[in-house]
């Protein structure tokens, strides 16, 4: 049973900085795609961040040179680290893995059961 717990997240002045984590079990995941999307209140979920197997990684437009995600397959964890925070990365974040790396921005098959990260102004 695949299971996705995330760590990391609550209150923080804009300009702060946070580092969640998520940590996988029930597989082997150094072959899997794994990441992060949030959802703030109101709004749907949106992709964040995601790391492939082959190292590479993709970053939403919004978050690009603020954000950073990293991987330790030993650990099968994943991290996001999360700096110059504005009042519009409050959100509910979610950390997300998939075999299929096509879907993953869209659609991935495992999904944690999130983190709130507020970001006061």
């Known amino acids: 049973q695949v299971r996705l717990v995330e760590s990391g997240g609550g209150l923080v002045q804009a300009g702060g900085s946070l580092r969640l984590s998520c940590a996988a079990s029930g597989r082997t995941f150094s072959s899997y795609a794994m990441g992060w999307f949030r959802q703030a209140p109101g709004k749907e979920r949106e992709f964040v961040a995601a790391?492939?197997?082959?190292?590479?990684?993709t970053y939403a437009d919004s978050v690009k040179g603020r954000f950073t995600i990293s991987r330790a397959n030993a650990k099968n964890t994943v991290y996001l680290q999360m700096n110059s925070l504005k009042a519009e990365d409050t959100a509910v974040y979610y950390c997300?893995?998939?075999?299929?790396?096509?879907?993953?921005?869209?659609?991935?098959?495992?999904w944690g059961q999130g983190t709130q990260v507020t970001v006061s102004s």
């Open positions: 997300a893995a998939d075999q299929s790396t096509g879907v993953f921005t869209t659609s991935p098959r495992y």
């Open positions: 790391m492939y197997w082959s190292g590479a990684i």
